[in-house]
């Protein structure tokens, strides 16, 4: 069995209090072979202090700073400094259990994939836990007639990634949904698998109410099976850990 280098890219906006809670759990890897490249888009809090105070747990851990359109441009240019032959797209309020890379490495190398996403778990609230089972079934059900992967997870092989040109920086919502899409037009060897375990923060749908977010979802959907790629707003989606904030 090949073992492949990963290379880990988390785009960040006021995370502070959700980005050291992944960095903990990547720190916690058993398999050694990643770097780390935060891509960071000016945040005002403390999210480049929490980042570089993992530096002596993470030595390969890269921080940038500056200005980006979208998560999108955020993340190509993250992918651009990728040295690894594998790419791992982590939203920044995700955890992973401490096997994660190591199963991912066998994965890859028991299907020769190219790309995979794994399903997203809530940790706690049966509510929650139930929306994020029917959401990973149904793209697990659809892989051979439409397969998607979510944003919160994208493992890609870099040479795959640069062969479809990455992600498309004009598309604001669905970015992951579309790019899965070319790579399959160029015959990705593509999967969807309930382990390793991903955490995924249900934050926006508490922020938001469950009925308002799904339906967001469900209407980005069926415009991109009608339509194709968002590339204009359809309906309000804000980024940013901050945004998650009571204010007062």
């Not at 469950?210 to 209407?219: G, P, T, Y």
């Given at each position: 069995m090949k073992n492949y280098s990963f290379s880990i890219v988390i785009p960040t906006l006021n995370e502070e209090k959700k980005l050291p809670l992944l960095l903990e759990t990547i720190s916690l890897q058993k398999y050694k072979a990643f770097e780390v490249i935060i891509v960071d888009s000016l945040s005002t809090d403390k999210t480049k202090y929490i980042a570089q105070s993992f530096k002596k747990r993470l030595p390969n851990l890269k921080f940038i700073q500056r200005k980006f359109k979208n998560v999108s441009?955020?993340?190509?240019?993250?992918?651009?400094?990728?040295?690894?032959?594998?790419?791992?797209?982590?939203?920044?309020?995700?955890?992973?259990?401490?096997?994660?890379l190591e199963e991912v490495?066998?994965?890859?190398?028991?299907?020769?994939?190219?790309?995979?996403?794994?399903?997203?778990?809530?940790?706690?609230?049966?509510?929650?836990?139930?929306?994020f089972f029917l959401l990973n079934l149904s793209?697990?059900?659809?892989?051979?007639?439409?397969?998607?992967?979510?944003?919160?997870?994208?493992?890609?092989?870099?040479?795959?990634?640069?062969?479809?040109?990455?992600?498309?920086?004009?598309?604001?919502?669905?970015?992951?949904f579309e790019l899965i899409q070319r790579l399959a037009k160029?015959?990705?060897?593509?999967a969807v698998f309930s382990r390793p375990i991903l955490y995924v923060s249900p934050r926006?749908?508490?922020?938001?109410?469950?009925?308002?977010?799904?339906?967001?979802?469900?209407?980005?959907i069926i415009y991109q099976l009608f339509f194709g790629p968002?590339?204009?707003?359809?309906?309000?989606?804000?980024?940013?850990?901050?945004?998650?904030?009571?204010k007062k």
């Open positions: 441009q955020a993340r190509n240019y993250g992918a651009s400094l990728s040295k690894n032959e594998f790419l791992v797209f982590f939203d920044a309020d995700v955890k992973i259990e401490s096997n994660f490495n066998k994965r890859i190398n028991q299907l020769n994939l190219e790309a995979l996403t794994v399903w997203n778990r809530a940790e706690k609230g049966w509510k929650n836990k139930l929306i793209m697990s059900l659809f892989q051979k007639i439409k397969p998607a992967a979510n944003g919160a997870c994208i493992i890609v092989k870099k040479s795959s990634f640069d062969k479809v040109q990455g992600f498309d920086e004009e598309i604001v919502f669905g970015e992951d160029i015959k990705t060897r593509f926006r749908f508490e922020k938001e109410g469950l009925v308002k977010s799904l339906s967001k979802s469900i209407r980005a968002i590339k204009r707003p359809i309906f309000e989606y804000k980024m940013g850990g901050d945004y998650y904030e009571d």
